[in-house]
């Protein structure tokens, strides 16, 4: 039986897609400049995931205020494994989540239709001293996803669901390298 804490993603042998969600602003700097740039804050944590199904909850679809944008970003395994291996579970002592570069959850993945399923979504999020590397290192390449998130999710508001899950990027489990295995899990 499959673990409910597997980080399913679109991956590739050297990249990992992970999304997030930003006003038009940060988005449109950083699609010119292809990385993130001001407005773009560099002084507060960055949240990644991998889910695009929990993205779209979270951010309403893009219709959440601030969260109009979404962007595919492709980084590095090798960046996503360095910060996996930083990373202190935010349900951890509180002590050492306030040291922790890397913070990481696990919410309930989401359906199409947003409903809580009893699988779970890692989220990761990237402190000060860890946003440099990740905006200027690890990116490989940024992708508008807003015009295709608009279009499904006009498909499933019209009942559309099957049309719409045709428009859902690729996930697949993340196979953990050995020594990250079990340093990412509540436990």
Known sequence: MASPYEIRADFDADTIVVYQAYAPAVADAALRAGRFVAPFSFH?????????????????????????????????????????????????????????????????????????LNQYSIQVGLGRTVIREFAEDWIVGLTDLTPRVRKA????????????????PPERVYPLPRALEGLTLPR
């Open 153 to 168: 999710a006009a498909l499933v508001q019209g009942g559309q669901a099957v049309k719409a899950r045709r428009l859902l």
């Open 44 to 116: 507060r944590m960055t949240w990644i995931k991998p889910s695009f199904l929990w993205l779209m909850h979270r951010s309403n679809w893009a219709r959440k205020p601030g969260q109009e944008r979404i962007l595919a970003v492709r980084i590095t395994r090798r960046g996503w494994e360095e910060a996996l291996s930083r990373a202190v579970l935010t349900t951890a002592d509180p002590a050492a989540v306030a040291r922790a570069a890397v913070h990481v959850q696990w919410d309930p993945e989401r359906s199409l239709r947003g409903a809580a």
